[in-house]
Every structure is written in structure tokens, then in C-alpha cells.
């Protein structure tokens, strides 16, 4: 399917109602191993809206990946590989526990390129998060689509990432922990816990550690190292898989309203960059 196939997808737009009811957040904050005594929020943690307006596909519509089969609000791009890449997020203020909200949707843009694995197809969804006092999140989602890589072929070779940082935790993966991520986020993605799915069929040494789980911790630790500040913008982009195979690092460091935030794999790796701005 070429490029121009897709043009019929952008500007779909696609709306959501949900309450932001407390059990998600109960539940995030045990699979994010935080204490009880954190347990009493009024209102939701940045990136913490991952957890509601879940389309929730039916069974027949999902395809042998795990994910809902192509073509419905997003474009039927026949790549195999699919995955969440990046994105911007502005917090304009939070959103409340037990509030009516809702998530308006656009397909913003659809574009295709060559690249070094293969064809690549970019997809850019704008969400737009509002309850009774208006608009409190705007996203942008970078969704990229591409072919599987050659029998035999080589991992492109990542980035070092830093290692100045001010603050930072190390994260133990285990299949509990991507089980229960994918649980709370409806995601059916079976890389992330379904082991000879992941290993056999895509190639990947072990379960993959999920994009957005990765840009959670990332928030979480800021967070922790600068308790009472509040984000108003969070950018974030995937560079390299994560495994559950072994341990890897979320750091960062603020310099005055700013903070710049990474993942690093067990051999050093830039997984993932990010980058965060306060109020």
C-alpha cells in the first residue's frame, strides 16, 4: 500500500468518555511497587491518563500480534512491526480523580519513508484530554510502523547513553511487571508477555519492555527526586529496546526549569531520551 493510500486517514478523528476512577490508579501505583502511604491522590499523576479511555477492541477484531486488526481509527498499514516511538505532551493542569473526562482523537498526519531496516510508515495522532473545567492535556503519539528486519541481519548499534546524572533507579523487569502494565493499559501486544510469541516470531531475545512503562519510570523518578513541582511539558523518544532479560537504568538531571531525563540498557545503551519542563 503506498503513501498516498493513507490520505483518506488523516483528520479521523475518533472520541472517548471515561471516569477517572480510582482503582487504575491503586492498582499503577502497586505494579509501580510505591508505597501505601503514597496511595492518597486527589488528582492524576503526569502520563498516568495512559490508563483510561482504552478503546478496548473486541475479541474477534485482534489480530495474531495481539493488537486490533489494521484499518479502524488508525490506517491498515500491512508493516508487521508496529510500535509506540515518541511523543509531546502539555499539562495544562491535572486531571481529578472521579472526574468525567474526555479524549478526542485526530489523526494529524501519515507519511512514508526508505530507511536503513526497510519501509518505514509515521503516523502522528493528536489527543486532546478535557473534563468540565476544559482542555487539561494536549498529546501528540508518534505510532511508526515497519518491516521485519532480514534473517541474519545485525541490530542497528545504539547510542551510549549519558551517565551525568543527578538522580536515578534501577529497574528489574520481570514478566509480573509487563504483565501487569499490559493489563492496566488494555494492551494485547503479545512482545510484552507471550514469550515464544516475542522470541519465534519477532525475533526479540525476550519480552520488550513497553515504550510508555518506559517513559512512566522516567516521570516517577523525576518526580521522586523533586517532589511538590509540577510538569508542564514532557517529551519523550524511543531509541532502543528494552528486555526483560536484564536490569536497566532510569536517570536524569534538572538544571533550573528544566530536566533531562534517559534510559539506559545494561550495556550502556541509549534506550530512551526524554526531556521534561516544569510550570
Known amino acids: 500500500m503506498n503513501e498516498t493510500s493513507y490520505d483518506a486517514w488523516v483528520g479521523r478523528t475518533q472520541t472517548l468518555d471515561d ?5 487504575p490508579v491503586r492498582l499503577m501505583q502497586a505494579t509501580l511497587d510505591q508505597a501505601p502511604q503514597d496511595a492518597a491522590l486527589d488528582a492524576l499523576p503526569p502520563l498516568w491518563h495512559w490508563l483510561y479511555f482504552l478503546p478496548g477492541e473486541r475479541q474477534s477484531n485482534i489480530g495474531a500480534d495481539g493488537h486490533p486488526q489494521r484499518g479502524g481509527f488508525l490506517p491498515p498499514v500491512t508493516l508487521p512491526r508496529h ?7 502539555h499539562f495544562l493542569r491535572p ?5 468525567q473526562a474526555r479524549r478526542v482523537s485526530r489523526i494529524a498526519s ?4 526508505a530507511g536503513r531496516s ?9 489527543h486532546e484530554l478535557s473534563d468540565a473545567q476544559g482542555l487539561a492535556i494536549s498529546e ?16 542497528p548499534v545504539p547510542p551510549a547513553a549519558p551517565t551525568d546524572e543527578q538522580f536515578s533507579r534501577v529497574i528489574t523487569p520481570d514478566p ?8 492496566l493499559t488494555f494492551n494485547g501486544h503479545r512482545i510484552h508477555y507471550d514469550r515464544p510469541y516475542a522470541m519465534s516470531e519477532e525475533g526479540y531475545p525476550g519480552l520488550v519492555v513497553h515504550g510508555p512503562l518506559i517513559a512512566t519510570l522516567l516521570m516517577e523518578t523525576l518526580r521522586s527526586a523533586h517532589p511538590g513541582r509540577q510538569v508542564a511539558r514532557f517529551e519523550f523518544k524511543a531509541v532502543s529496546p528494552l528486555f526483560d532479560t536484564e536490569p536497566f537504568t532510569v536517570a536524569g538531571r534538572v538544571d533550573g526549569q528544566d530536566a533531562r531525563l534517559w534510559a539506559r540498557g545494561p550495556q550502556g545503551q541509549l534506550a530512551m ?4 519542563e516544569w510550570v
Open 19 to 23: 471516569l477517572i476512577s480510582p482503582a
Open 83 to 89: 510500535m509506540w516511538a515518541g511523543g509531546r505532551l
Open 95 to 99: 486531571l481529578s480523580i472521579g472526574a
Open 110 to 113: 501519515v507519511s512514508s519513508k
Open 118 to 126: 526497510g519501509q518505514l510508515v509515521f503516523v502522528t495522532v493528536l
Open 140 to 155: 501528540e503519539q508518534d505510532i511508526v510502523y515497519r518491516d521485519a528486519p532480514a534473517p541474519g541481519a545485525a541490530a
Open 176 to 183: 509480573v511487571l509487563l504483565m501487569r502494565y499490559s493489563a
Open 273 to 276: 531520551s526524554a526531556s521534561a
